[in-house]
């Protein structure tokens, strides 16, 4: 693989011929595996990406994903998700990267039509990545990197807000209250219990009832911080308050029964 000619190109056969990846009324797609940065072989440092370019030609807007491969096997790699492409001719963009020791010796670019999750389109070709576990200077880009992630976080954006927007319809709303009030409910229940402490201890048991507070307002002000830079970063933001709030509860637990421990060795002295 190098970084001015890497082409493979699949084209699905007409629908009913035998084919390992054709599955009936999906969609014709031709996949083309156009460079990747760095070209093959490399060696990188943990958290460094290899990013990979494809051109694409579909009759209906469909997903791409690009997965790292190590002995026929999916590879215990970081990779990324993706938007919905529309229909026609284009380009997509992925990657993938390991965060200490890793190899990989293929490239696998899925796709499949945006409603399905089940990839019925599989281009592979040979690679050679290895990634060690010292940290180090990622990489100098490509050129045509930095376009590429733009377009591809515009477009999921794009995606998140529709997804946002979409009307909700009467069994949607009813769903989302009942999840805003058990929402809200998990967070007092397991919060009631440090502003308890914090109102009705003294001393150092008021300290370590206030962390689980000090704690989540620390976490408020760095989400707010991700969300002001990019709206999309924290799309499971309520279960990561829930999250939060059920920490909380075997902490107070322990602390509860540490400070009634100490009174009665105080009421017995």
Known sequence: ???????LVLVLPASGAPCSVCVAGAPR??????ATDPPSPAVLHADDEVYV??????DAPLRIWVRPYLHDAPAAAMSGGSPVYPAGAGEAFGWFSFG??????????QAAAANSGHPTTDVAANAEFSWDDSVGARHERAAWVAPMVHRQKEAQKQEYRAYANRPLGISGTLALGVFAIGVLASLAGCFAWPIWGVLRWRGLWRALAAVPLAMMLLWCLKDCADLSRDPTSHNLLPFELIEAAVLATPYMLAVWLLRRASLRRSASG
């Open 1 to 7: 693989m190098r970084r001015s000619v890497l082409v």
């Open 29 to 34: 797609i031709t996949l083309e595996i156009a």
């Open 53 to 58: 370019r494809v051109r694409y030609q579909s």
């Open 100 to 109: 200490g020791r890793g190899t990989v010796d293929a490239i696998h670019v």
